[in-house]
């Protein structure tokens, strides 16, 4: 084939080697891409840039500073018009995206990032399906548009009131705001009472598919699934997910209801899908009357198993359940999936993607309606993401070996190291003659496999610490963040084309659908914010909980963000209903709750186990700050404090109160930034120092520093007590 002789437009990423200035009519740099191929690329004088920006921040406009930011190792997104001149292809630069101010910055890994995502994205499912008002779920539609309106239709999915369910209980564990935990628990009530079939003569529960709500207000029940690869069956993964609102739901509540209707779900599981010879494993459908995964009317799914039906237990479901109650059996069912999975899937010898679908035998089933024999790509990193997450609660060398194994694998086979981010469905083998697998539709690429990728190496940088899987972390983060949100209409956008421009056509127009919900832009949110700042960054991480009386078993809460590596995560402080408590176990994470009938609202402040000083901002409430210090305050501590400061007085204050029981020992640098602090705050602000141990009161009473400020043993100090 000849060259190319027209001009197109295109994404590349990369790293800057070097920027000429004086070179063409504005400049040129050198950018070499994940692969390590290298262009040149000229500037002109409308190319334009900008820093990479969260949802509801505005448009940072940095062109004025390009040829300052355009340094050595600096990770970009350059797009712009490759034109074909003298054998070769020229690209000029029309749009920049950088990533941060230096080269080793990276925006999103600022600790809050996350946390302002998922509050954004809370918001917009909040008014998409409520309109701003009344949490009612009798509005719920499955189907959202690009602009959250909802579509013509009366079908409310099971599984997609689940998903949402979950993403607003994950906004409240990051945010404590009461409207996302309001949300999640009407939720779960919704789905019990409408959508959850309870057969107590069996001991088992199971959820409808679907309801349609008629226009006076009448129902209809949807019992088998009506999605075209599941039509007329009950589907496994239809039954997981189901669980995914409710079991983090109660994480939060310890809601005795719901961990009955786990119970009794995971009870039809090991009853009807279940593989109970020596064969194991979970089928992937049954049949609505009888029950039984061998029927004929299931036509292509009779007795088949899948991905879905063994793997999807853990992320959806069950690591959260076993976070909740810490319970031996739970542990068990997770080791059960995992030990299939290393088993099963893997097919090395004849792919570099795992196998995803099987006979009753475990025989690959290559001919199964869409799938064939073809890959999902997200599939196999989300297996090496759980795979780390299972190996922290029970070690095992095979389940970390499978997960570097896929790690190294499929960047060359799933990534697209020119553009960046990771790609949807290929073909899992080459035919003769080809060198790179086949699309089986498309090249665009879909939001929760940007997900997959992003936790999967997050975590594995976090857990072994190795530089690839830190730069791969960072380069599909910086994918989804630089294209995946939809700054104007709110939301994360369902697919992009390879270029990063949404695609905004048919059902992956939408931002919900029976693919889509509230569920893969939420955990990735709040996953990515506990790997990033508890293993990588090693900030600490606030999660709230709302317990009910009696709730949770001998009143012991369980607050491990998730299964990370063993001895890395303490609890530094928590309080409960705005006042301190501390009848905590820092290494096991649990909270001895108070014997209490009354509503008690949980916070609990976790920190890296390296951490050596925390400032948390408490409250703003009527013009009086307060600011909590832990630890040791000295020059390594300053940029932890002046951000608390930063946020106390992000709206006008009259007092500062910096409470330092806790505060083990101040520097004289850390006493310099006290004084710089005072200063900043002006005479019209009172500075309060409670608390403060003898050496370091002694220490502060030595610097003349106390002159001008109050000090008190005590300022409104109301303990919890546990009974």
């Not at 199964?368 to 196999?380: I, L, T």
């Not at 001895?592 to 009354?598: F, G, H």
């Not at 002006?682 to 400020?709: H, I, R, W």
Request: one cysteine or more; a negative charge.
């Amino acid at each position: 084939m000849s060259n190319v002789g027209f001009s197109f437009s295109d994404l590349i990423a990369g790293y800057v080697t070097a920027f000429d200035s004086s070179k063409g009519d504005s400049g040129t740099f050198d950018l070499k891409t994940s692969d390590g191929r290298k262009f040149e690329v000229a500037l002109t004088s409308m190319t334009y840039a900008e820093l990479v920006r969260n949802l509801d921040e505005p448009f940072f406009d940095c062109t004025s500073q390009i040829s300052s930011l355009l340094v050595p190792n600096c990770y970009l997104f350059a797009y712009g018009i490759f034109y074909p001149e003298a054998g070769e292809q020229k690209f000029e630069a029309k749009h920049i995206v950088f990533l941060g101010r230096t080269e080793n910055e990276y925006l999103f890994e600022r600790p809050d990032w996350w946390v302002k995502q998922i509050r954004s994205l809370g918001d917009f499912y909040l008014k998409a399906q409520f309109e701003d008002g009344e949490i009612d779920y009798r509005k719920y539609r499955t189907g959202i548009g690009l602009v959250g309106s909802k579509e013509d239709s009366t079908r409310q999915e099971t599984d997609t009131i689940s998903r949402l369910v979950y993403g607003f209980a994950t906004a409240y564990m990051m945010t404590g705001d009461d409207r996302y935990l309001e949300a999640a628990e009407k939720g779960t009530e919704y789905l019990r009472q409408h959508m959850r079939f309870l057969d107590e003569g069996e001991g088992i529960c199971y959820w409808y598919h679907a309801v349609d709500v008629k226009p006076g207000g009448s129902e209809q029940k949807i019992f088998s699934s009506e999605f075209g690869d599941d039509y007329d069956a009950i589907p496994a993964y239809e039954q997981i997910y189901a669980l995914a609102g409710p079991t983090q739901t109660y994480r939060i509540t310890g809601d005795p209801r719901i961990i009955k209707d786990i119970d009794l779900t995971i009870n039809l599981f090991n009853k009807y899908f279940l593989d109970k010879t020596e064969k194991g494993g979970f089928f992937s459908h049954i049949d609505p009357i009888t029950l039984s995964p061998h029927s004929q009317t299931l036509g292509h799914n009779r007795a088949k198993k899948n991905w879905n039906s063994v793997g999807d237990h853990a992320p959806a479901y069950l690591i959260n359940l076993w976070l909740a109650t810490g319970k031996e059996e739970y542990a068990n069912f997770l080791e059960y999936t995992f030990d299939t999975i290393e088993k099963r899937f893997p097919d090395y010898d004849h792919s570099p993607f795992v196998q995803e679908r099987f006979y009753e035998d475990w025989t690959h089933d290559t001919t199964w309606g869409w799938q064939q024999n073809r890959a999902v790509v997200g599939h196999n990193l989300k297996i090496a993401w759980n795979l780390m997450r299972m190996n922290h609660l029970k070690p095992k060398e095979n389940y970390v070996t499978l997960a570097e194994k896929i790690a190294e694998i499929m960047p060359a086979v799933g990534s697209d190291q020119q553009r960046g981010g990771w790609y949807d469905v290929v073909e899992r083998t080459l035919k003769p003659g080809q060198e790179v697998h086949r699309f089986v539709w498309h090249n665009r690429k879909a939001w929760w496999q940007q997900e997959q990728a992003i936790l999967a190496y997050l975590i594995l940088n976090g857990s072994l610490d190795k530089s690839e899987y830190q730069r791969q972390a960072r380069e599909a983060a910086a994918f989804y963040n630089a294209w995946f949100l939809d700054y104007v209409a709110g939301g994360i956008y369902f697919n992009v084309l390879s270029n990063g421009i949404p695609y905004l056509l048919g059902t992956e127009r939408g931002k919900g659908s029976h693919s889509m919900s509230g569920y893969h832009s939420f955990e990735l949110a709040y996953l990515a914010c506990v790997y990033t700042n508890l293993l990588i960054t090693k900030q600490p991480m606030d999660l709230y909980f709302k317990p009910k009386p009696g709730g949770f078993k001998d009143n012991i809460l369980r607050v491990a963000p998730d299964i990370l590596p063993p001895g890395s995560v303490r609890i530094g402080d928590v309080w409960i209903n705005g006042q301190r408590y501390v009848d905590f176990d820092a290494a096991n994470l649990t909270v001895k709750l108070p014997v209490t009938q009354d509503d008690l609202k949980v916070r609990v402040r976790l920190l890296p186990t390296q951490v050596s000083f925390d400032a948390t901002l408490l409250e703003v409430s009527n013009g009086i700050a307060k600011i909590s210090l832990t630890g040791l305050l000295d020059a390594n501590g300053v940029v932890h404090f002046q951000e608390a400061i930063a946020k106390a007085t992000a709206q006008p204050i009259t007092r500062l109160v910096l409470l330092l029981q806790d505060l083990e020992c101040i520097t004289t640098a850390g006493l310099r930034s006290l004084i710089f602090a005072k200063q900043k705050l002006g005479s019209d602000v009172d500075l309060y120092m409670v608390g403060a141990p003898q050496n370091v009161k002694q220490f502060l009473m030595m610097s003349a520093f106390c002159d001008s400020v109050t000090v008190l043993d005590e300022y409104e100090t109301v303990q919890l007590a546990s009974v």
